[in-house]
């Protein structure tokens, strides 16, 4: 008897200490669904599991059906009290009446929320952002690419109530005007990244305001926005920590302005695609004063020669991973086994089809 009682005392102390710290290592790297599939394998395992708020921080309903009931289900759930992330990237059945259900069911369930992304979430419009956005004071990053029903009016309850964003991703949000780009500039002084892309209702005088307050961007997503002009291309050169711009269809870029951005000497990315005004002297620019350049897309431009890059192999020739010079007629020596002689580091040498 004796034999046994320490036999089943070990097994609990196995269970308890061992298995523990085992599943408290596993956990974390587990994908959420495997995770709540393991709450089902024994009360034991459920309680060790829900002990850990670590774990619970992520609510990913990425592509799920039946999404607004499911974020609803889960925040009535007490191990979700400190979710700081929330995903319902292209996800199905999610609308306005969920995220108002949100709000009046669970009006502190996202005061830790740090992270919200709703890309692709058709259904949600400015009434959803309005209340969704009222019960999350500390959100960081906000993301509701390809959003036609969002207008300026979302953006002014978004800044209303969520001071402290630094990530904005507005990307095909085609509703919106410099009246957004004037409320986030006024609200966002400290914010690290934007993305604009074909949001073709924004002038100059919308981008203007951004570049001209918010001075710590370090990614400007200005993708498929043929509109602009040398007039705040110039500006961009405010933003002294700059690493990823992307300018693809600048078709009003010059190398004057592209002469101007050359004063963002962090930068690291820079895309530009189709910039069908670029000749070599604006890309040597580049070349001369962004020396830690990783990727540069010069896709489509005819007025670039082998002249630019002799001078990016000089200056960028250990940096740059990716090139694409593919469509540019005007370099002679764009075969793979040429471009690598001059960029030993080269990874990709393709990023448009």
């Not at 009003?252 to 930068?267: F, Q, R, T, V, Y």
């Not at 897309?297 to 001078?311: K, N, P």
Request: proline residues 2%; aromatic residues 6%; glycine residues 4%.
């Amino acid at each position: 008897m004796d034999a046994k009682k320490v036999t089943e005392e070990e097994e609990e102390t196995w269970r308890r200490e061992i298995i523990t710290s085992v599943m408290r290592i596993v956990s974390t790297r587990l994908p959420q669904t495997d995770l709540v599939s393991l709450l089902l394998v024994s009360p034991w395992l459920c309680r060790t599991l829900v002990s850990y708020p670590s774990i619970w921080l992520n609510i990913d309903l990425r592509e799920m059906t039946n999404a607004g009931d499911r974020l609803l289900a889960a925040l009535s759930l007490s191990r979700y009290q400190q979710v700081k992330h929330i995903n319902l990237e292209f996800a199905q059945g999610v609308d306005d009446s969920h995220l108002k259900l949100v709000k009046s069911r669970c009006p502190d369930a996202l005061l830790s929320l740090e992270c919200l992304n709703l890309n692709g979430c058709q259904k949600i419009s400015d009434k959803g952002i309005e209340a969704i956005t009222s019960i999350c004071p500390k959100l960081k990053v906000f993301s509701i690419y390809w959003n036609v029903r969002v207008t300026d009016a979302g953006i002014r309850h978004l800044v209303k109530d969520c001071r402290h964003i630094i990530d904005l991703n507005l990307s095909g949000c085609k509703s919106l005007t410099d009246k957004s780009m004037q409320l986030v500039a006024d609200s966002y002084q400290d914010f690290e990244s934007l993305n604009i892309t074909r949001c073709v209702k924004i002038t100059d005088d919308g981008l203007l305001q951004v570049l001209q307050k918010c001075s710590s961007l370090q990614t400007l997503n200005l993708y498929a926005l043929s509109g602009f002009t040398d007039k705040v291309y110039k500006k961009i050169s405010l933003l002294a920590d700059l690493r990823f711009l992307d300018l693809c269809g600048a078709q009003n870029i010059s190398d004057e302005g592209l002469g101007h951005i050359a004063n963002c000497n962090k930068l690291e990315s820079l895309n530009l695609t189709w910039c069908v005004r670029i000749t070599d002297a604006g890309v040597i620019t580049i070349a001369n004063s962004c020396t830690s350049l990783e990727f540069l897309s010069l896709f489509g431009i005819v007025g670039v020669t082998d002249r630019c890059l002799e001078t990016l192999s000089q200056t960028c020739s250990t940096t740059l991973t990716t090139l694409d010079v593919n469509g540019c007629i005007g370099i002679k020596r764009r075969s793979r086994e040429e471009l690598l002689q001059m960029f030993p580091r080269l990874t990709c040498f393709k990023v448009h089809s």
